[in-house]
C-alpha cells in the first residue's frame, strides 16, 4: 500500500523567530494521519520566557498576553513534545515536519537550553528518525518548477487544504498530507521504504545546501555558508557563525527556482 497511506505524524512548531539556535517555541502540534484522516492531536502552547516580537506576533497570531496567561512554562512544553515524537520514532512511525531541519533543530536547541535530555538520549543514541520531510522531497523530484516552496505554495501545487496558515495544528496536518500527496503523484517515492527515503533526504538536502552555497558566492557573497545537516542540527553555533537555516517570518527562505 506505501508508507503514506500508513500512520504518519505531522509535526509543527510556530515560534518566536527564525534562527533555530536563538527562537523559542511558542505553539506545537502532533498530529496523526492515516491516509489523509486525522485519527488524533495533540496541542501545546507555551510562554516562551521571552517576549514574542511583534513579527511573529503578526504570523501566527498569539500575542504575548496570551502566552502568558495561558501558555505551560516552556521547558514542559518542549520536553512533551520530545517524548511524544520520540515514542512514535521507537514505534517506527515517521514523522512528517516541513522544512524539518528547522522544527527540529529548534526544538533539539531548547531541550539543550533547559539542560532536558536531547532527542537523540531518549532515543538511546540513535538518531530521530524516520523523518519525511516534503520540503525536501519536492525541491528534489521537482527542482525547476518555479515559484515559491513554502507550505502554501507547495500545498496549492499538490491540492492539499492548508486551513489556516502559520497555525501549528493546520500546519501539521497539511504537511501529513502534502507527502501524501507528493508520494502519490511521484511513485518513486512512495515505492520507498521510510528508513531508506529518511537517508535519501540527507544525501537530497546536503547536495542542494552545497549547490546553493556555490550560487550565493558566485552572486557576491564569499562568505555565505549553508549548513547541510538535514535533520537536526547541533543547537550549538559554530565559530563561523550562524548559518542560513530556512525558514523565515513570514514562512521559509525562498530561493531560485533552477536551485530549489
Given at each position: 500500500?506505501g508508507?503514506?497511506?500508513?500512520?504518519?505524524?505531522?509535526?509543527?512548531?510556530?515560534?518566536?523567530?527564525?534562527?533555530?539556535r536563538?527562537?523559542?517555541?511558542?505553539?506545537?502540534?502532533?498530529?496523526?494521519?492515516?491516509?489523509?484522516?486525522?485519527?488524533?492531536?495533540?496541542?501545546?502552547?507555551?510562554?516562551p520566557?521571552?517576549?514574542?516580537?511583534?513579527?511573529?506576533?503578526?504570523v501566527?497570531?498569539?500575542?504575548?498576553?496570551r502566552?502568558?496567561?495561558?501558555?505551560?512554562?516552556?521547558?514542559?512544553v518542549?520536553?512533551?513534545?520530545?517524548?511524544?515524537?520520540?515514542?512514535?520514532?521507537?514505534?517506527?512511525?515517521?514523522?512528517?515536519?516541513?522544512?524539518?531541519?528547522?522544527?527540529?533543530?529548534?526544538?533539539?536547541?531548547?531541550?539543550?537550553?533547559?539542560?532536558?535530555?536531547?532527542?537523540?538520549?531518549?532515543?538511546?543514541?540513535?538518531?530521530?528518525?524516520?523523518?519525511?520531510?516534503?520540503?525536501?522531497?519536492?525541491?528534489?523530484?521537482?527542482?525547476?518548477?518555479?515559484?515559491?516552496?513554502?507550505?502554501?505554495?507547495?500545498?496549492?501545487?499538490y491540492?492539499?487544504?492548508?486551513?489556516?496558515?502559520?497555525?501549528?495544528?493546520?500546519?501539521?496536518?497539511?504537511?501529513?498530507?502534502?507527502?501524501?500527496?507528493?508520494?502519490?503523484?511521484?511513485?518513486?517515492?512512495?515505492?520507498?521504504?521510510?528508513a531508506?527515503?529518511?537517508?535519501?533526504?540527507?544525501?537530497?538536502?546536503?547536495?542542494?545546501?552545497?549547490?546553493?552555497?556555490?550560487?550565493?558566492?558566485?552572486?557576491?557573497?564569499?562568505?555565505?555558508?549553508?549548513?547541510?545537516?538535514?535533520?537536526?542540527?547541533?543547537?550549538?553555533?559554530?565559530?563561523?557563525?550562524?548559518?542560513?537555516?530556512?525558514?523565515?517570518?513570514?514562512?521559509?527562505?525562498?530561493?531560485?527556482?533552477?536551485?530549489?
Amino acid at each position: 500500500m506505501g508508507w503514506h497511506r500508513e500512520l504518519l505524524i505531522g509535526f509543527d512548531l510556530e515560534t518566536t523567530g527564525t534562527d533555530p539556535r536563538e527562537a523559542r517555541i511558542v505553539t506545537g502540534a502532533v498530529v496523526e494521519v492515516r491516509d489523509g484522516l486525522v485519527l488524533g492531536h495533540r496541542q501545546w502552547l507555551a510562554d516562551p520566557g521571552v517576549p514574542i516580537p511583534a513579527e511573529a506576533v503578526a504570523v501566527h497570531g498569539v500575542s504575548n498576553e496570551r502566552a502568558a496567561a495561558e501558555g505551560r512554562p516552556a521547558d514542559q512544553v518542549a520536553d512533551a513534545i520530545a517524548d511524544v515524537l520520540v515514542s512514535y520514532w521507537k514505534s517506527g512511525v515517521p514523522v512528517v515536519a516541513y522544512n524539518a531541519a528547522f522544527d527540529l533543530s529548534l526544538l533539539s536547541a531548547e531541550l539543550r537550553r533547559y539542560g532536558l535530555p536531547s532527542l537523540r538520549e531518549r532515543l538511546g543514541g540513535l538518531d530521530p528518525a524516520p523523518v519525511v520531510d516534503p520540503y525536501t522531497i519536492d525541491r528534489r523530484v521537482d527542482r525547476y518548477r518555479r515559484g515559491k516552496r513554502n507550505l502554501e505554495a507547495v500545498c496549492r501545487e499538490y491540492g492539499v487544504e492548508l486551513a489556516s496558515a502559520h497555525d501549528a495544528f493546520a500546519d501539521a496536518l497539511a504537511a501529513a498530507r502534502l507527502a501524501g500527496a507528493i508520494a502519490a503523484r511521484h511513485p518513486k517515492i512512495a515505492s520507498v521504504g521510510p528508513a531508506e527515503l529518511h537517508r535519501r533526504q540527507i544525501e537530497w538536502y546536503a547536495e542542494w545546501a552545497a549547490d546553493f552555497q556555490t550560487f550565493l558566492r558566485s552572486k557576491g557573497d564569499p562568505t555565505a555558508v549553508i549548513d547541510g545537516t538535514w535533520p537536526v542540527r547541533d543547537p550549538e553555533p559554530s565559530a563561523a557563525g550562524p548559518a542560513v537555516v530556512g525558514r523565515s517570518v513570514p514562512g521559509e527562505v525562498q530561493i531560485p527556482a533552477d536551485r530549489a
